[in-house]
């Protein structure tokens, strides 16, 4: 007996799926949260909810669709400190008092 198999298209690589089928990878997107349950690990802001399983998978299990809501993270970009860091002087000045009256224990 025959089976119908199918090869993968030829420019792309085997064992890969292009991107649309693969679904949102929420370790790159900006609403994934860790929780501090050790039974619900994971969380997403968007949505409002925590999840022992990464959040995309639990919307791809309950929905049957891929989240809709990815946004990918924002890297900030490096920058240098705006003034140099100066040391600060050996004896610190003394503030003056704020009350002229002396209050005795």
Do not use: H
Request: charged share 20%; hydrophobic share 35%; glycine share 6%.
């Amino acid at each position: 007996m025959m089976t119908n198999q199918t090869s993968p298209p030829a420019d792309e690589p085997e064992g890969k799926l292009p991107p649309m089928e693969k679904g949102p990878n929420c370790w790159d997107c900006r609403f994934l949260g860790i929780t501090w349950n050790p039974r619900t690990p994971y969380s997403c802001k968007l949505m409002g909810f925590r999840s022992r399983m990464i959040p995309s998978l639990e919307v791809l299990r309950a929905d049957g669709m891929f989240c809709m809501g990815f946004m990918p993270k924002v890297i900030p970009i490096a920058q240098a400190p705006a003034t140099p860091v100066t040391q600060t002087p050996a004896v610190i000045p003394r503030r003056k008092k704020l009350t002229r009256f002396l209050w005795e224990a």
